[in-house]
T-cell receptor, first 117, second 113 residues
Framework: GAVVSQHPSRVICKSGTSVKIECRSL??????MFWYRQFPKQSLMLMAT?????????EQGVEKDKFLINHASLTLSTLTVTSAHPEDSSFYIC?????????????FGAGTRLSVL | QKEVEQNSGPLSVPEGAIASLNCTYS??????FFWYRQYSGKSPELIMS????GDKEDGRFTAQLNKASQYVSLLIRDSQPSDSATYLC?????????????FGSGTRLSIRP
């Protein structure tokens, strides 16, 4: 399958700081990427759809000023958690849609575990 | 409201047996269906995709799709301890503004030696 790289894999930060997470599609160009959050023993929750060259589409209940998404190129989307607080601690996972696939297959990055102290 | 429903489990299956995972979805217009496997603390990895009614086989895995019943399943033959994971059913959903995948809550599978 296609390769999606996510960095960093783990972040520990102090409350009030901002954290940037990068998601790269390594062997294909992705006009659409997705950002998910997953709390322990719960399913993936879609936060937003990242569209190259345009504004991200946020799911209901997700604060766009809190979770800034930038998709400036066809291979890179970033998620910035601004002024992080302990309740933002979670597993953040990106995915990229492979345009070469027949059915809009999404491939996932390895995830970023964020711990806010 | 577009929904994908799965039994949360845990589903316990003896090693060597067939594990059967089921999923129903609400959007009759969906055309693409996926099964992902997620190990604890890891991100999901794609196991199977299926787009047409019937069965699709890949090694020990068989996906089954019945669009009339809005039902998709995954069979794992000769279950191994390494198959113990959470299996996520995912369904593509298109509306006027976006195309995205809706995930079920996952079924936790445990293969007992």
């Amino acid at each position: 399958g296609a390769v999606v790289s996510q960095h960093p894999s783990r972040v520990i930060c102090k409350s009030g700081t901002s954290v940037k997470i990068e998601c790269r599609s390594l062997d294909f160009q992705a006009t659409t990427m997705f950002w998910y959050r997953q709390f322990p023993k719960q399913s993936l929750m879609l936060m937003a759809t990242s569209n190259e060259g345009s504004k991200a589409t946020y799911e209901q209940g997700v604060e766009k000023d809190k979770f800034l998404i930038n998709h400036a190129s066809l291979t890179l989307s970033t998620l910035t958690v601004t002024s992080a607080h302990p309740e933002d601690s979670s597993f953040y996972i990106c995915s990229a849609r492979d345009p070469r696939s027949a059915g809009n297959i999404q491939y996932f990055g390895a995830g970023t575990r964020l711990s806010v102290l | 409201q577009k929904e994908v429903e799965q039994n949360s489990g845990p589903l316990s299956v003896p090693e060597g047996a067939i594990a059967s995972l089921n999923c129903t979805y609400s959007d009759r217009g969906s055309q693409s269906f996926f099964w992902y496997r997620q190990y604890s603390g890891k991100s999901p990895e794609l196991i199977m995709s299926i787009y047409s009614n019937g069965d699709k086989e890949d090694g020990r895995f068989t996906a089954q799709l019945n669009k009339a019943s809005q039902y998709v399943s995954l069979l794992i033959r000769d279950s191994q301890p390494s198959d113990s994971a959470t299996y996520l059913c995912a369904v593509n959903w298109d509306d006027s503004s976006a195309s995205k995948i809706i995930f079920g809550s996952g079924t936790r599978l445990s293969i007992r030696p």
